[in-house]
């Protein structure tokens, strides 16, 4: 009540929102790349006893699908809508212009934190995000899609699809920061992340600790790079050296013992793509081995981190009041190729590395100097007892590990549950559990209808019917439908490369769409049929028809048109930035780096880095402008009073010019030109060749020829000006190698006027060195 005066009113407060009382906490743990047959209570040897502990106390999901990738999944798993209603039909680096497509999540589909900050939650995410467009990953905004944007209140993380576990790119809130730790100090992403997310939990609950929360943690694992302290690589020595048919036929065992497959079920057959471990030699066995060592290493690794968080949540008595969700993005990942890679990035350019390079660093493969990623073989054995894997819609893709735990709120402990159900289930049955009804706006939005079904029904009955009828399944091109026990799968392109006689991210064009739904669709009945083992199209072919009409119903339905199977051709597309159209891009020193997929493209065309310095009279040195990591990238820097510039390619092979004399003090202007001769060749991994022209106020000081440079991209590709933080572009220097003269700034210059030096004999002369 206002009156005249204070004595004659009465004060009120504004009341703040609150949870109900007892509401419990909600974590949903999302695992990055690993398969259904991963983990140790999914018949997995690899040791991961915190999630076993979970599953003991909870239940344990043996027909839980995703996307088959991981922003699409991650897009799913936080607003309980398919993936291309999100705009997610891939991932956010593939993004194209159409509806389904465009990588930005509209706000009418709101996240499950958005939706619970509104009933009084505290509301944090940690690690990997993957959920807005490349192009918006920078300083410049805008940050509504950013965590914070999207009903997080506190972020620590990475924003990207990857980054290096030693070396990260990491954000805090809405801007970049440092590792606190090297990888020399023992510093390990993981480990950080699980150090904040307790950090988190602890800040609040020491204010009000009846205030309940939602943890999204989301640990760079078990993507690659598969980094991880060697110890505890070195647990599982000698482990896998009986090869991936022996794995597989060993966890399917284990499976049916657990009984999270049917004891009838069939192991699906030998993949075609994947070599049999007996044809092998005894080097590739061995290395192949090792880095299969390595990654069970990273997932054990990642588990012990997963039991820090829990033990902490035991220790302040909150763990048995804790709603825990646990699963994948996808199955495993094939993304280090048929022989697997010491540097992932090779993958992405199509530059294969030869077996005696990743050979002669077996025992480095890790650590902090390689992004590596194993073969196709142990991606196949990762997903038993399914065929196929991530970014393909078999089961092999799209079936994951589920576990779901509540002490005080689910009766049921240590069994399985074989109900149909997809990441879109998730958001609707959070919100059952707690008594809550999806909201009509979010911040004045008006929200589309949520497109999961709660399996809320599940967690106490496990004979109850499935509710998740229908689910169709898009991804590059891959497709299928699930109905009813019944599932039709149009593989892209085809069941394996073997068979289809083509590579992945071939254009895919309407007249082979047409080709592809008059002869390539396949059927299983899943409800007896569980690893897709018989496909049995012919016999059933009434049924195959319904479920093709049923696809394109579903697809219509929920923006997945025009389907496109191009695949990693979609890397080389620009896509809009946040600003707008230009030729000419400034950069300043002690500024946030810039991401590969929102910075200048500089691939394939000519170009030119200036640099305005001023050298005091004793020299500096330093980097001028680096883009990317050991694991590929380039580097403008000035190095022993020299001018310098190297192009690392894929991590394998540096191209590098240097002045042929000191840089003089006082004020210059350093510059860099690419001038492109020929014609790139991405077939073989090589970019544009061309030429590299180092110039001192316009005066050329050293150049050279290169046969190639990348062709498609940087990963990771961040860009800074006056440093080369984390993993250093070349071994010439230490990170961060920061210039110790006056930068004022670096103009990158896409307009391919290049400097026409007329000193012609100095150009010659510099061609011949």
């Not at 159900?421 to 939005?445: A, F, K, M, N, Y």
């Not at 047409?514 to 083992?533: P, R, T």
């Not at 003089?664 to 061309?690: A, S």
Request: one cysteine or more.
């Amino acid at each position: 009540m206002i009156g005249r005066t204070a004595d004659e009113s009465e004060p009120a407060w504004p009341r703040p929102v609150r949870a109900v009382e007892g509401s419990p906490n909600v974590v949903i743990v999302v695992l990055d790349d690993t398969g259904f047959g991963h983990l140790g209570c999914y018949g997995s040897p690899i040791a991961t006893p915190n999630l076993d502990r979970l599953a003991s106390r909870g239940l344990r999901y043996n027909n839980m699908h995703t996307t088959a990738l991981c922003s699409p999944s991650r897009a799913c798993i936080v607003t309980g809508r398919n993936h291309h209603s999100n705009a997610m039909a891939s991932i956010t680096e593939m993004a194209t212009g159409y509806p389904g497509y465009n990588g930005a999540i509209p706000f009418e589909n709101g996240f499950l934190s958005e939706m619970l900050l509104q009933h009084g939650y505290s509301t944090y995410m940690v690690g990997k995000y993957h959920l807005l467009p490349s192009r918006e990953e920078t300083p410049a905004g805008p940050y509504d899609r950013w965590p914070l944007g999207r009903g997080f209140q506190r972020y620590y993380g990475f924003l990207g699809g990857d980054t290096s576990q030693w070396d990260p790119d990491l954000v805090y809130d809405n801007h970049q920061v440092e590792p606190p730790r090297t990888p020399a100090e023992g510093y390990h992403l993981t480990e950080d992340l699980a150090d904040k997310a307790i950090e988190f939990i602890a800040d609040a609950k020491q204010i009000d600790p009846g205030k309940p929360f939602y943890l999204h943690f989301c640990p760079g694992a078990t993507h690659a790079p598969h980094h991880v302290p060697k110890e505890w690589a070195d647990r599982y020595r000698g482990a896998f050296d009986d090869g991936w048919e022996v794995y597989r036929e060993r966890v399917f065992a284990r499976q049916k013992e657990l009984g999270i497959v049917p004891t009838a079920a069939e192991l699906s057959r030998h993949d075609p793509d994947v070599p049999e471990w007996s044809t092998l030699s005894s080097d590739q066995r061995r290395l192949y081995a090792r880095m299969m060592e390595v990654f069970a290493g990273f997932l054990s690794h990642t588990d012990h981190h997963i039991g820090r968080v829990l033990d902490f949540l035991e220790n302040i008595g909150e763990l048995d009041n804790t709603l825990v969700m646990v699963v994948s993005d996808n199955g495993a990942s094939a993304e280090g190729g048929p022989t697997g890679t010491t540097n992932e990035a090779q993958f992405f350019n199509n530059a294969p590395e030869p077996f005696e390079d990743s050979l002669a660093v077996i025992e480095e493969i890790g650590g902090p100097n390689h992004f590596n990623h194993y073969p196709w073989g142990w991606t196949w054995a990762g997903n038993t007892p399914f065929r196929r894997w991530k970014r393909e819609t078999y089961r092999g893709g799209t079936s994951d590990p589920f576990i779901v735990s509540w002490p005080r709120g689910i009766s049921a402990s240590g069994e399985v549950r074989h109900q149909y159900t997809h990441i879109i289930d998730i958001v609707p049955t959070v919100l059952e559990l707690l008594g809550l009804e999806p909201p009509q706006s979010i911040r004045g939005v008006t929200q589309s209808p949520l497109q999961g079904v709660s399996f809320g029904y599940s967690l106490a009955d496990g004979q109850a019917e499935s509710r998740h009828r229908t689910q169709y399944f898009e991804m590059l091109g891959h497709r299928s439908i699930y109905h009813d026990g019944w599932r039709a799968v149009c593989p892209w392109p085809g069941p394996s490369f073997a068979e289809a006689g083509k590579g992945f991210g071939e254009p895919i064009s309407a007249r082979t769409l047409s080709d592809l739904d008059a002869h390539g669709w396949e059927l299983y009945h899943v409800a007896e049929d569980f690893a897709e083992c018989h496909d049995v199209a012919e016999a059933n072919r009434d049924t195959l028809i319904a479920l093709i009409a049923t696809w394109y119903a579903e697809a219509g339905k929920y923006d997945v048109f025009p389907v496109d199977g191009s695949g990693l051709a979609r890397l080389g597309q620009p896509q809009p930035l946040v600003a707008p159209p230009r030729s000419s891009y400034t950069f300043f020193p002690n500024t946030q780096s810039v991401p590969f997929f929102a910075g200048p493209r500089l691939l394939n065309r000519p170009h030119s880095i200036s640099a305005t310095v001023r050298l005091p009279d004793e020299g500096a040195e330093g980097v001028l402008l680096a883009q990317g990591t050991a694991a590929g990238g380039f580097s403008f820097y000035v190095q022993d009073g020299r001018l310098r510039y190297v192009h690392n390619w894929v991590g394998r092979e540096t191209f590098e010019v240097t002045s042929t004399e000191a840089v003089p003090p006082g004020d210059h202007e350093l510059r860099f030109e690419f001038e492109p001769q020929g014609e790139p060749d991405p077939v073989h991994g090589h970019g544009m060749p061309g030429r590299f022209q180092l110039y001192v106020d316009n005066a050329l000081v050293g150049a050279r020829e290169v046969p190639w440079t990348t062709p498609f991209m940087f990963n990771p590709g961040a860009m800074t000006c006056g440093a080369d933080p984390g993993s250093a572009v070349t071994t010439a220097y230490a990170a961060p190698f920061r210039f110790t003269g006056t930068l004022h700034k670096v103009t990158v210059d896409l307009s391919g006027e290049l400097i026409q030096d007329k000193e012609s004999e100095l150009r010659a002369a510099m061609a011949r060195q």
